[in-house]
């Protein structure tokens, strides 16, 4: 059967409310159309008078509301409700009668009825079938949620645990029970059956190894605050990053990744850095060890100019960082005298000016010997300045103030400072005092203040040369 003669069409603009009505009297029928349309509702109503048209309008397109009539010939509510449930178990379903005792009622609403309305109090339908297509909408949207939650909970990567703290008197956090765990919480971490444990009989030891995990969770527990932290479990020998969070007072969530291989990969790293650093330093050291065989008479100088410079930079609150680029300069400042004929390096007599000039050409020598060398920190423009001076009298190429690196005008003290004080082919050493005068006398204009005031520093505290 099809709507009955005189129902309201449905209307042109929103959708019309789809209702199924089950009664076989036209007339009440018909009331129940007039008493939704006068509410303001447009409908689309079927009607069906006994359970074989009931069950072809079921087959077909689904409805807003399904109403049904207690009592049909050969048929009840109670047969329409199963139906229905099978067919649309979403549709909200009334029963519209004209008399049915407490109990049926009772019995229509445990087996899921969402209300009953008696026909002399019609007045009431229109609010029930709004309450029970709201509540219907709103059990759709809380069992999506709770569906897409469980799918959610179900597949993340990460593990996942829902726990209570436990405290003591003092109100300090000393265990924590888990309430609730996901597939990946056993994958990540290999435990098994946790739920209802607390971690100290799972995990014995774990609040002496981990105090600062338990400070977290308790403070999560009792706050709502969320945190995070990353530690090394040592209890189960892995990294961990965990999120978390609060829920309701005295339970926490955590959520937490295994970021261990990423922590190997970075300790890996940090050796071979390590490694490559070692390797570079006594590479550099035989460079400087091979300058000094070739050129007695300075034998151990590179190692006593980078002696100072480091206690200077150290005097200057350099990071260590840049204080191992100085001592690395230090180790092969003169370098280049490789390229100096040895004759004129071990002369014993004053230099002619020929000669002054290719011992000059050293440190641009040794720019060009140390470029290649892929270093940290920039050696070779430190060594290829070491010999330039403040005012631009120095070389190679008369650099001037903040044009020289401070390593470099470091450098440059402590290399005049340590040949003064040393015996040379030439001549004999000068003596410190002498350097000192040397530096100070050139503080500001030649050499760099703040360097020659923390060079006297060390050597008022007690520096000294390393012997030869």
């Known amino acids: 059967m099809g709507e009955t003669p005189g129902l309201s069409p449905p ?274 050291e035989a460079m400087g060890a091979m300058i000094a065989a070739r050129d007695p008479y300075t034998a151990g100088h590179e190692k006593r100019v980078t002696e100072l410079a480091v206690a200077i930079g150290e005097e200057l609150g350099m990071t260590p960082s840049a204080v191992h680029g100085l001592r690395l300069a230090g180790l092969v400042h003169d370098v280049g005298k490789l390229t100096v004929p040895a004759e004129i390096l071990n002369k014993p007599s004053v230099l002619s000016p020929i000669e002054l000039e290719l011992i000059k050409g050293h440190a641009a020598a040794a720019y060009e010997i140390l470029k290649p060398i892929d270093f940290e920190y920039p050696v070779a423009d430190i060594v290829v300045q070491h010999h330039e001076r403040l005012d631009g009298s120095g070389y190679p190429a008369g650099l001037r103030d903040e044009e020289i690196l401070p390593e470099a005008r470091i450098l440059a003290v402590a290399d005049v400072v340590e040949a003064m004080a040393s015996h040379r082919p030439y001549r004999a050493a000068l003596g410190l005092e002498a350097a000192l005068d040397e530096v100070s006398a050139g503080a500001g204009t030649r050499y760099d203040d703040d360097a020659v005031a923390a060079c006297k520093r060390v050597f008022a505290r007690g520096f000294a040369f390393t012997a030869l």
């Not at 019309?16 to 009297?25: E, G, I």
């Not at 709004?130 to 897409?148: K, N, V, W, Y």
Request: charge should be negative; include cysteine; aromatic fraction near 8%.
């Open 11 to 284: 209307s042109d603009g929103d959708r019309p409310l789809r209702v199924l009505c089950l009664d076989d009297s036209p007339p009440d029928a018909e009331l129940v159309s007039m008493t939704l349309s006068r509410a303001g509702y447009a409908l689309d109503l079927d009607w069906a008078a006994d359970r074989a048209a009931f069950e072809a309008l079921l087959a077909g397109e689904p409805y807003d509301v399904i109403l049904a009539d207690y009592a049909l010939p050969g048929f009840d509510a109670h047969g329409a409700l199963a139906l229905a449930r099978a067919a649309s178990p979403g549709t909200p379903f009334i029963c519209v009668s004209g008399t049915i005792g407490e109990e049926a009622t009772v019995e229509l609403l445990k087996r899921g009825a969402d209300d009953i309305v008696l026909k002399d109090k019609l007045a009431r339908l229109p609010f029930s079938v709004q309450r029970a297509i709201d509540e219907r909408a709103g059990a759709a949207t809380l069992a999506g949620s709770e569906r897409r939650f469980h799918s959610l909970f179900e597949n993340l990567l990460n593990g996942y645990a829902y726990c209570r703290m436990i405290y003591d008197a003092a109100g300090a956090p000393i265990d924590f029970v888990y309430l609730d765990v996901n597939p990946a919480f056993e994958r990540v971490t290999g435990l098994k059956g946790v739920v209802g444990r607390p971690v100290s009989e799972v995990i014995p030891g774990i609040r002496d190894l981990s105090p600062e995990l338990f400070e977290v969770y308790g403070r999560v527990a009792r706050t709502g605050a969320p945190e995070t932290i990353e530690l090394d479990l040592k209890s189960l020998g892995m990294w961990l990053f965990i999120s978390v969070y609060g829920t309701e007072p005295g339970t926490f969530i955590a959520v937490f990744e295994d970021t261990t291989e990423r922590h190997e990969a970075v300790k890996a790293l940090l050796l071979g850095a390590e490694r490559l650093r070692r390797t570079i330093d006594s590479a550099v």
